[in-house]
């Protein structure tokens, strides 16, 4: 559903993403672990067709981004860490807006609407400017317009940025739900828990490499570690750290 083949990114002279390959089948849950500079938010650019790979390819459901940008786009979501949103529209207006854009008709996306306006606690913000809510309260707006057309690919930088303890629950069980039904959900976090109590499979990125891939047992056998993912991440990292040298400045 998601392949990566030998995408890099050079920004001058600083390679931001160097050869990564990656395939993540339909219906699974990934996530990628990385510190910062890590290579996780231009690789996400990237496959959503945001910027143009310096070489390689990413494929949404088959279709490449960069050749088939629109077959590839009408298959996929993208949430970024802070998304943006029309601020002069209402949240329902919103939810229109985008349900529009991916042609869907209005009953499916009054459907979609009840469905997903109560779950995400939408109601008493409907009718106010966005302008006007909160950083929380816009994250879930675009999460839930983000999932109104049902994609086959969700892709989503930071979803926990802004949301309460019991918003981030809705999120995680909506996502979880979304993949069991067959939706591939691409999610980049710095949270370790997040990732371990979410994903099938976590890939490690460090510098700008997926150094690690695996569940998150596999993950503690390969750095060789046997307590926490945290440890066996920063394990990880450290050594690759050290096989590489330090980082240019």
């Known amino acids: 559903m998601i392949e990566l083949e030998g995408l890099t990114k050079d920004f001058g002279s600083l390679r931001a993403v160097d050869g990564i390959s990656l395939k993540i089948p339909r219906g699974e849950f990934f996530a990628v672990l990385g510190p910062n500079a890590a290579g996780k938010t231009t690789t996400i650019k990237m496959m959503v067709g945001l910027i143009r790979p310096t070489a390689g390819r990413a494929r949404i459901a088959g279709f490449d981004i960069q050749e088939n940008p629109l077959e590839a786009r009408s298959r996929l979501s993208y949430v970024p860490d802070f998304p943006f949103l029309y601020e002069k529209l209402t949240p329902a207006e919103f939810l229109r807006f985008t349900g529009r854009l991916f042609q869907l008709p209005d009953d499916k996306i009054r459907t979609g609407c009840d469905e997903l306006v109560p779950r995400f606690n939408l109601e008493d913000w409907l ?3 966005i302008e006007s809510l909160s950083h929380g309260t816009r994250q879930r707006i675009a999460i839930a317009s983000a999932l109104l057309h049902h994609p086959e690919v969700f892709i989503i930088d930071e979803p926990m940025v802004g949301l309460d303890p019991h918003h981030a629950r809705v999120v995680k069980d909506i996502l979880r739900e979304r993949a069991t039904q067959g939706m591939t959900v691409f999610l980049s976090t710095h ?4 990732a371990e109590e979410m994903a099938d499979r976590i890939g490690v990125f460090h510098r700008g490499r997926v150094i690690a891939c695996g569940t998150a047992a596999e993950l503690r056998s390969q750095s060789q570690t046997s307590g926490s993912l945290e ?9 690759d750290e050290t096989r590489v040298g330090p980082a240019a400045p």
């Open 127 to 129: 009718d106010q400017p």
């Open 191 to 194: 949270q370790v828990s997040v």
């Open 231 to 239: 440890s066996a991440f920063l394990t990880l990292t450290r050594e």
